[in-house]
């Protein structure tokens, strides 16, 4: 039996304090048949740090038992499982005074006394610490050691540290149960090229934009070397090629010193063997009955005499699953596996198709909308019961759902069993409406601007409270989805001021509401403007028909301007407008928006065009304002990490009709405009020696932006071309343009709008505009 040993008694040796000793003077007898004797004391051998009680409730053997081997066998192997003895604990034996005494001999773990590094620069005990699973108290185990040795190890080279080394001190160890870590840094290693070889089907520059490893520049890349992240680089560019029919692409990697006498820089290269890209040779379909086959390939991408490509397969695999789920098949499943031709390079692609059961919505339940009212889920819905179970139509709604801000989740499942119909359960959850939010942020067009705002946006006007407990524990005025915004934002140069409310869905219907009031102070080079105004806005979104995408609106606005501060050196145009003047103006927009993001928009487009008439609810002034806006965005690359590379070219034109004060005129330059110039740096001159800014008529502005990953999510780099001018009248007398490098800064303390800083270098100019080489806008609210 393992774990329990007849022996010859020995003279007992003396025992260490807590233990149990054994009287110097034994019996000696040549055999000792202990089964079936009561034991008369139990002794522990080899106890040193272990409590003598803890070891005796492990072993749950107390005298006056009788001695039975598979209790005893028992015994040991519970001691054993405590992890506190070396080897395995045995028990044995022994004849005293005639009496049967059951000794119990172990050997004890030592344990950690201390835990040291020694050599460590680039990182602290503590944090070196975290990256083990030693304790002082706790056994010494060459596994644990060598683990902490490992994960030290990763955590310099991860930091760069290529060559560091890592060794424990054996004798110390031996000696003194401290663990002592000995650490030789090396130098940093800082990756200063990637190279490719053998890649002839892409480019150096498409593949470096599929791995972590990046090369070294200073402040904003590290440059560190991991032979971790090297063999997932590998691994990304051998998916790469396999996902586009490289299916025996074969990638590995070598580094190389082109210094031998500085360790510190280092060149990493790729070693690609592309083999053959293979080409769909037969596509089969099978358990189509809903479409035909024809139908199904005209869906895909993918087709004869293509090459197989993963990313298109999934691609043509949803196109066909969307298909069938508009018209109620939301069960349907598609695989498309494929198999190698005897014909070396070519492929068989199979799609099969298991369509299952058509079904129809029946009820439609929501859950979660606490304090939502049902209809303003049920409306961004736009589906019915009894239509054909559309699984493409709810996921569009869920997506309207969130966008509303009023959820932070929504999800939509088929739910029932009933034969051919299928339950919507709408399951929300409700999103935090109510914002106080203080913020402060500085930018080179208007200076420090403070803010302070207060919005709700599931306000409802009607929901007014029954007392005042319920006022107070905000549960009322909300449920309806309208907004009420109230925002105040003093200022070096800027002040500002504006109360809004907007009902979404007026009556129920797809048209919206808003109305505001607002002031507006600002100290100009010129002159200091004050504005006080109302507006209201009606707007109408199009859902189906020719004009499905865009939305359209119509604002109605009130304002009193003040001009103070005129110099008397100024021009007839600024002297003219000179006191208060009343200002009314109705505009008419038009607005088609395609774009993937609000904040980051990288794909789609946007055109705006508005038509302004001033006068039209009379006021000081009659003119026309016509203005039109066109962006467009392009995803041109992602990276390892689905970072995206997105190039943006965008233009503004714009043309006044009558004669305009000057502060409704265009002004160019700045944030927003040309960069490279002064905030309304470009503009037409009047007045002693053409210094004053006048504005003009005519506009046109034009960009070109390209923005990249730089560090992780929270740093993008940009290059950018602006254009424009700002003439008299319509026509191109003067050009302006810049070009200019610049980085976003996205911290979430700061909201969605990024902390900008450009530099931006004129290359065309006019003797008069005024230039500005760094811009920049920061904030935050909190």
């Not at 239509?387 to 929504?410: D, H």
């Amino acid at each position: 039996m393992m774990g329990l040993r007849h022996l010859q008694p020995v003279q007992s040796s003396p025992m260490p304090t807590g233990a149990q000793a054994a009287p110097s003077a034994a019996q000696p007898i040549t055999t000792i048949k202990p089964e079936g004797r009561v034991i008369d004391r139990v002794v522990f051998e080899g106890l040193l740090t272990v409590d003598l009680a803890f070891a005796q409730s492990t072993a749950r053997i107390t005298p006056g038992s009788i001695w039975d081997r598979n209790e005893i066998a028992a015994a040991c192997a519970r001691l054993a499982a405590t992890g506190k003895f070396e080897g395995s604990p045995y028990a044995e034996p022994r004849e005293e005074d005639g009496k049967l005494v059951l000794v119990f001999v172990v050997h004890e773990r030592p344990y950690v006394q201390a835990i040291d590094f020694v050599g460590n620069v680039k990182f602290k005990t503590s944090d070196l610490l975290k990256e083990t699973e030693l304790a002082i108290g706790a056994p010494i185990s060459d596994f644990v050691i060598n683990q902490a040795k490992q994960e030290i190890e990763r955590k310099y080279r991860e930091a760069g540290y290529y060559h560091v080394t890592v060794d424990v001190d054996q004798n110390v160890l031996r000696d003194e149960q401290r663990v002592l870590f000995r650490i030789s840094e090396g130098p940093r290693i800082k990756v200063r090229h990637i190279n490719f070889e053998g890649n002839t089907a892409y480019s150096a520059r498409l593949l470096r934009s599929k791995i972590e490893t990046s090369t070294y520049i200073w402040i904003f890349r590290t440059g560190a070397f991991s032979d971790e992240v090297a063999q997932r680089d590998a691994a990304a560019i051998k998916k790469w090629y396999s996902d586009r029919g490289y299916l025996n692409a074969r990638v590995g990697y070598r580094i190389e010193f082109p210094d031998p006498k500085n360790e510190s820089s280092l060149t990493l290269i790729f070693q690609i063997e592309e083999g053959l890209q293979h080409i769909i040779k037969t596509i089969e379909f099978s358990g189509d009955t809903v479409f035909d086959a024809d139908h199904l390939a005209s869906l895909m991408k993918s087709a004869i005499g293509k090459p197989i490509d993963a990313d298109v397969l999934e691609q043509d695999r949803q196109a066909i699953l969307a298909e069938y789920g508009t018209i109620g098949y939301i069960y349907s499943e598609v695989t498309m596996p494929f198999t190698f031709d005897v014909e070396d390079g070519y492929v068989n692609l199979k799609v099969q198709v298991k369509e299952e059961g058509q079904y129809r919505m029946g009820r439609i339940d929501i859950r979660g909308n606490r304090l939502t009212k049902d209809k303003v889920v049920r409306r961004e819905l736009r589906f019915y019961p009894e239509q054909l179970y559309n699984n493409q139509e709810t996921k569009k709604a869920e997506k309207r759902l969130t966008e509303t801000g009023l959820f932070s989740e929504a999800t939509i499942t088929p739910q029932g069993e009933a034969p051919g119909v299928r339950d919507a359960l709408v399951d929300v959850v409700e999103a935090n409406t109510t914002n106080i939010l203080f913020g402060v942020g500085v930018t080179s067009n208007s200076g420090l601007v403070g803010s302070i705002t207060l919005e709700q946006k599931n306000f409802d006007l009607f929901d007014w409270p029954r007392t005042t407990k319920e006022f107070f524990k905000g549960r009322s005025f909300k449920g309806a989805g309208q907004t009420l915004r109230l925002t105040v934002e003093p200022g070096t140069e800027l002040n500002r001021g504006r109360i809004e409310f907007r009902e979404p869905y007026l009556l129920d219907q797809d048209v919206g509401f808003g109305v505001g009031g607002y002031l507006f102070q600002r100290d100009r080079h010129e002159y200091d403007e004050e504005r006080i105004g109302f507006y209201t806005s009606f707007d109408k979104r199009f859902r189906e028909g020719i004009l499905k995408d865009w939305s359209a609106e119509a604002a109605f606005k009130f304002e009193h301007i003040d001009i103070s501060g005129v110099d008397w050196k100024a021009p007839d145009e600024i002297k003219d407008v000179k006191g208060g003047s009343w200002l009314t103006s109705v505009k008419g927009t038009i607005v088609r928006d395609k774009t993937d993001s609000r904040w980051l928009p990288s794909e789609g487009n946007r055109l705006q065009v508005a038509w302004e008439q001033f006068g039209a609810l009379g006021g000081d002034y009659t003119f026309s304002k016509l203005t039109g806006n066109f962006d467009q965005y392009w995803t041109v690359a992602r990276d390892v990490f689905d970072r995206k590379h997105i190039i943006a070219a965008g233009g503004m034109i714009g043309q006044i009709f009558g004669d305009a004060p000057v502060f409704e005129k265009f002004y160019g330059g700045g944030i927003g405009s040309v960069r490279g110039f002064e905030y309304r740096g470009i503009s037409p001159r009047a007045g002693w020696n053409d210094g004053y800014r006048v504005g003009g008529d005519f506009t046109l502005l034009t960009n070109v932006e390209y923005t990249f990953p730089l560090v992780g999510q929270t740093l993008r780099g940009v290059t950018f071309l602006d254009m424009g001018t700002v003439e008299d009248n319509f026509g191109i007398h003067s050009w302006r343009s810049a070009v200019g490098v610049g980085v976003r800064l996205y911290i979430k303390y700061f909201g969605s709008i990024p902390l900008s800083f450009d530099l931006a270098f004129p290359t065309t100019k006019d003797s008069e505009d005024d230039t500005q080489i760094f811009s920049f806008s920061f904030g935050t609210t909190f």
